[in-house]
């Protein structure tokens, strides 16, 4: 039996209904911000990029525990270091906006990650997808085994039900 848990909750902001995760790092904000915005970075939890990487500026992203993953093009809305990182991801199944925010207290930093939902968009697979991804961050930065996708898809799938 595994101890993976639906993390994700929804809240609506000025930009419309957003599905909202957390998680709590202890090290530094540039820590964390540097697993979210660096090729390194990245590749150690979601996925590997190349491009132009600021503000206004756009990456190609392809996620590596995807079986047979094509790069996507990711747009960079916003990009305050090391607290605000804002993106569009253009991907077959549409176009995922994304913000990750970030704020430390006493070396520990907390990570806000949220999609803006589109009307129609099925989280009952988008919120074990994340809770998926950033539970492999979190492994990437303890040491913990790599989550594995099917202890998330389809078991978490009827708490995100539950809140469409």
Known sequence: MSDVSATGYLREDSSG??????RTFEAPITEIWSTL????????????????????????????????????DVAILECQAPT??????ASEAGVWHLEADLREVDGVTTLEFSQLLDQGQDITSIGPGWDFYLDRLVASRTGAPMPVWSEYFPVLSAHYARLG
């Open 17 to 22: 209904l957003e599905l909202v995760f957390e």
């Open 37 to 72: 915005t660096t090729s390194e970075g990245t590749a150690a939890w979601i996925g590997t990029w190349t491009g132009d990487a600021r503000e206004g500026g756009s990456v190609s992203f392809t996620m590596t525990a995807e079986e047979s993953a094509e790069p996507e």
């Open 84 to 89: 605000r990182l804002q993106v569009e991801f």
